[in-house]
RNA sequence: GGGCGUGUGGCCUAGUCUGGAUAGGGCAUCGGGUUCCUAACCCGAGGGUCGAGGGUUCGAAUCCCUCCACGCCCGCCA
């Protein structure tokens, strides 16, 4: 390409070529050239320029012709080439087609971490959703990735629930005895803990604003909680609440590999060294009431948000700089600390960089900022403003408009059956709707929207994967593919399928590298929507040979593409649905 | 006031890092498609000042500047 270019007086770099060596339009070629600059700097009209640089372009390898169209030199692929590497690129890897080399460096990829103060609502669990997804890719990618839960069992939320359900209910204060109200029926056997023991936390919440003595005794609570005396019934209650949280996360296909409780840090005497180092630290002073403040002006910290208090007046911890002690603890585990954060958090993370650095630790955390969820009538979710769709009903709904679903179309299923699909399809609805959107955009919550089951959504995508497993199924061809002619998949549909399945790799490389997970979902719609395509206008089972196995072969390979998808969104495969 | 983020057809959204060919999808609307592998699908139509203005460039949704609107945050909460 340098050289053609070179007998036109045009000089320049085989690497700024190949960067400049762009994705063609879909449709009218593989690859373009913008003759554009190489035209400015020879003198030589674009339109000319192409011609000439395209014609008698020597072919090799698998260029299969170049072709000029206006200032654009065009590349075509030999397309049965590019067809039988792909396909056989993926029946080689398998499951693994997608994956990247292994990596040393491990990662921990700590997500969601939040209170255990009641259940998860729509807008929190954005957190987990980009969280899991983007561990589940950085996996793909070849990293060892740990997912990890840092529980706060220490600060005022989780003490307001340990400090309400120590007394009985009957004692509760009135605000929140008539606010707490369970619906008739309901009990802690009935509920999940969750949301039994976090239905007064709004109200216990509000309580303490205008209620100096409450406000108090539960102030008492976190200091004794910090010292380490914490009532046996505090971490029973963390623990309860905890559990019947992960178990809605579950259902969408989120699990951790490791938890680490707040409480520990203070515990084993990690948070008191790191206030022994901050009070040894160059920016850090003591005012007058004993807090230590660190001035961190010089980590670039605008001027207005500079002072970071270290420590209360008392000597006590506060949240950044356990959080200080927390992080510490990991960068002694993991090469990589990735944090998935909520945007409020935004200032917090550029602190938590600044007081690392002041620690003298080279490394900092990798934040991932996600925009909130908000209500349609505006504002973000929040549990204790009421303004809040829980996790658990939203699945409920969506599986039960599953079902209906479901049924409708497969008479011939068991119930069992029908149920586990709805239930993977519900699930897949839901996580899909909200990992969809660029993680930097705001979302509004719609309850239509959410619940769609068509067009851009999960099941659209697992619908795909389950029309493809029943073509195989019914040829009985489900083993690997042999003997296939990529010379007999030459229809459009075809073609286009197979390309989009070549960009399995590169998409997960991508995600890895710039944390957009919702790229996946955009790559899996139009994976799906490339086969579905095929699916309806091209036969399979009753065309005749070479054809019918040249395409049970490239339903396999979108099966399995579509497939590894599946599982980097987290979402379920289903063999039919 | 400062910091960060966002603004793309009626609604939602991709593309912005790394400038390039008629701005790609979805929902909704209208019109088609099932004697054939699952119609949660497919095909077609209408609908766009890419927030506004300026700049750089052969070329700007994309880069730079200014402004507007919206969201979040701004020391002893987490």
Not at 409 to 430: C, F, H, K, N, T
């Amino acid at each position: 390409m340098s050289r053609r270019l070179g007998t036109h007086g045009f000089a320049e770099s085989v690497e700024t070529l190949d960067r400049q060596l762009e994705d063609a339009p879909a449709g009218v070629a593989d690859f373009g050239y913008a003759v554009h600059r190489a035209a400015k700097s020879t003198g030589i009209p674009a339109d000319r320029l192409a011609v000439e640089i395209a014609t008698g372009f020597p072919l090799s390898g698998g260029l299969a012709g170049v072709t000029s169209e206006g200032a654009y030199v065009n590349f075509h692929a030999d397309t049965p080439r590019l067809v039988q590497a792909t396909l056989e690129l993926v029946f080689a890897r398998g499951a693994e087609y997608g994956r990247g080399p292994p990596r040393a460096e491990k990662a921990c990829v700590e997500h969601t971490s939040a209170n255990p103060t009641g259940p998860f609502h729509v807008g929190r669990v954005r957190n987990g959703i980009i969280g899991d997804t983007l561990a589940r890719t950085l996996r793909a990618a070849g990293l060892p990735v740990t997912t990890e839960y840092y529980v706060d069992d220490m600060g005022r939320q989780s003490a307001m629930i340990t400090w309400i359900w120590s007394k009985p209910v009957d004692q509760w204060p009135e605000s929140v005895r008539e606010g707490a109200r369970p619906p008739a029926g309901a009990s802690p056997t009935t509920e999940k803990a969750d949301r039994w023991y976090g239905r007064p936390y709004p109200f216990v919440s509000e309580l303490l604003k205008r209620d100096p003595t409450a406000a108090q005794s539960v102030a008492d609570l976190v200091r004794q909680i910090e010292s380490g005396n914490a009532p046996a019934r505090h971490r029973e209650l963390a623990q309860a609440v905890l559990d019947a949280m992960l178990a809605s996360l579950r259902r969408i296909g989120i699990q951790f590999d490791s938890f680490v409780w707040e409480s520990s840090l203070v515990s084993d005497g990690s948070v008191a060294r790191v206030i022994e180092r901050f009070r040894k630290a160059p920016d850090a002073v003591v005012e007058e009431n004993g807090a230590l403040v660190l001035d961190a002006a010089k980590y670039g910290l605008p001027k207005e948000t500079a002072k970071i208090v270290v420590t209360r007046g008392d000597g006590t911890s506060l949240y950044p700089t356990r959080d200080v002690a927390y992080h510490l603890g990991k960068f002694a585990r993991f090469a990589r600390a990735v944090d998935v954060l909520g945007q409020d958090h935004q200032l917090h993370a550029r602190t938590l960089t600044a007081m690392l650095s002041e620690l003298g630790e080279a490394r900092a955390p990798e934040f991932v900022i996600y925009q909130d969820i908000t209500v349609p009538e505006g504002g973000r979710m929040s549990t204790r403003k009421g303004r809040a769709v829980y996790l658990d009903d939203l699945l409920d709904e969506a599986v039960e408009r599953a079902q209906a679903e479901v049924l409708q179309r497969r008479e011939d299923l068991p119930s069992e059956q029908v149920a586990e699909i709805a239930e993977r399809v519900g699930a897949g609805a839901v996580r899909y709707h909200i990992l969809r959107v660029a993680p930097d955009k705001p979302v509004r919550f719609r309850w239509e929207e959410a619940l769609s089951f068509e067009g851009r959504s999960g099941p659209f995508v697992q619908y795909a994967y389950a029309r493809a497993s029943s073509v195989l199924r019914k040829a009985g061809a489900e083993g690997a593919p042999a003997g296939f002619d990529a010379k007999s998949l030459s229809a459009p549909e075809e073609t286009a399928l197979v390309r989009v399945l070549a960009r399995l790799p590169g998409t997960v490389q991508y995600v890895a590298r710039t944390a957009h997970v919702h790229t996946l979902a955009t790559y899996a719609h139009e994976a799906a929507e490339s086969f579905n395509r095929f699916y309806q206008n091209i036969p399979v089972l009753r065309a005749d040979e070479p054809m019918r196995t040249g395409r049970l072969a490239l339903v396999a390979a979108a099966r399995q593409t579509i497939g590894n998808t599946l599982d980097y969104l987290g979402l379920a495969r289903l063999e039919r649905m």
